[in-house]
Structures are given as structure tokens and as C-alpha cells.
């Protein structure tokens, strides 16, 4: 839990969240502003250490502010599918019990009006490392619900591999992440990024293909995090246009000219996408063949996860 505490103690303008279409910016003081409205709003309910309580994940900033706020408070954050049925919010409600839901405190501008209020002081020698942390309710590839558990000791392990990868970074501004939409969205990625001070921009939840290379080339994040069918139609309408030279068929190449041509063609991609970028996560299933073998011919930097 000691990854957790940090949340409620920054006392800086550095950004925490970002709504790209929304042109919003959520520093780290806001993010303590709402945090501890939210602990507010959790102690007038009467909501107690480990109980459930829901939120529905909207992919904005104002979910991560209650996920930040619903864990540091000591509550156990029950993930919602954004759109989810009558009938799948009834399965969740019974199967997780939750005390409270927060999806009504969606005023982002109450949300982060000072207050007199202190953010809950939670005394983490009183947690154990098997607590559940957060229960995400995800469908499987055939569109079933079931709930995705994280325990104490899962996010701080989670927690201290985010912040080796980012000790990794010789860049002079702070780590930052990019959530391009829903699909890719994961609670426990989002606080453990939160957690070592990152900075997370979200770019919507379904991008089109030319908002998400703008936001890409501003951001120009380190980490990015999207589904297959948006990388995939990412790649298909706005980065292999740009790589293809119809004058010298490859097959006419020599090697050493080919291997140019695919070294020339990284380099283009990794500029294409902000220049900075470590690792793309990928979420929903492999590539195509051809967008498979086209990142593993140039050894782009991705992972299926």
C-alpha cells in the first residue's frame, strides 16, 4: 500500500491526467483536490475499510480521479464495463455487493473545488498484502463477463515493474502513457502509473486514426497502450502510406538496400508516433499476418498482452 499513499500527498502543478479531446489538463494538486472530495463523499455514505464500491469505467479523467480515490480511501474499486446492460450491471451488483456506486459525482469542476475537507489518512500496516485492491469486470473473447481480482501485493509488485521501466527513460520531462480508448484501458496500469508520478493523457474512446496520430505526435508518449483494431487501422491508413515508395519494387532490391529500407522505415514510424516511444501495448487478440510480419520485419518495439 505504501505505492498507493503518495496519491494524496503531491503538492504539485506537474499533470497527472489529460483529456486530449477534451483539451483538459488534471495536475497532480487536482488530482489530491478530488481524491479527497471523493474521501468525502465515501465517509458520509458510512463506506468502511475493504467494502465495494462502483464506478463505471468512462475512459476520463474523472474515473481514474474516483479509482485513485476509492483505493487510497481503503475501499475495494469495482469496475463497471463502460455501457454495460441492465442485465450485466444486476450480475455485477450481485456478484460484487457493492455499498455505493459514484457514477452521479460526474461534475468534474465540483469535483476539484477546494474544499476544507483532508483526504483520509489510511493506516497501511492495517492492510494485508492479500487484500483485494480492485475487481474489474472485463469480457472475455466471447463476450462474457468475468471479474479480473487485484490483491495488495499484485499492485505493489505491478507498481515496482512500472517504476523499473520508467527508471529506464533518459528523457528530461516526466514518464508519460498514452490510453488511446476503452478497450485498452486497465485500473491497476493506470493507478500503478499514477502511483511513481506519470503522467497519463487519454485520447477518447474511439479514435479515429488521424486524432490519434495528432496525440501521438503531441504527447509524444513513451508508453502507449491500444487495442488491436485501432493499432491495426492506425498502421493501415496513416503509417504505411508514408513508408511506401511505389518507384523501386523490394523485390528488385538488394539486401543491403532492403534492410535499409526497413531500418529507414522504423525510424519513420517511431517519428510518425511521437519519436519517444518504448513499448506499445497491444490489447484484443495478434495482428493480421501482414501487420504482424510488417512490425517484426523492422523490430518495432510491441507487445500482445
Known sequence: MKRIKPLIDYETASIALTNYCKGRDISYNDLAVGITNIHNVLYTHGVNKNDHVAITNEETEIWAIKLAAIVTYGAVAVIIP??????????????????????????????????????????????????DIIIDFRRDRFGKLHAETTKVYEFMQLAETIKTRYSSLRHSRIPLMLVANQKSVDAKEVLAALSIGAHIAMAGSHPSSGTLLKCLKHYRPHFVYLDTSTAERLIRERVLPMLHNPTIPTHMMSSIARRNLLKQARKRMMFALGGCILMVSVTGGRFSPDIETFLQRIDFPYQII
Not at 109 to 128: A, E, G, Q, Y
Open 82 to 131: 463502460n455501457k454495460a446492460s441492465n442485465t450485466d450491471k444486476e450480475y455485477i451488483y450481485n456478484v460484487s455487493s457493492p455499498v455505493i456506486c459514484l457514477d452521479e459525482y460526474d461534475n468534474i469542476d465540483k469535483l476539484l473545488l477546494p474544499s476544507n475537507c483532508r483526504p483520509s489518512r489510511i493506516d497501511i500496516t492495517k492492510f494485508s498484502l492479500h487484500d
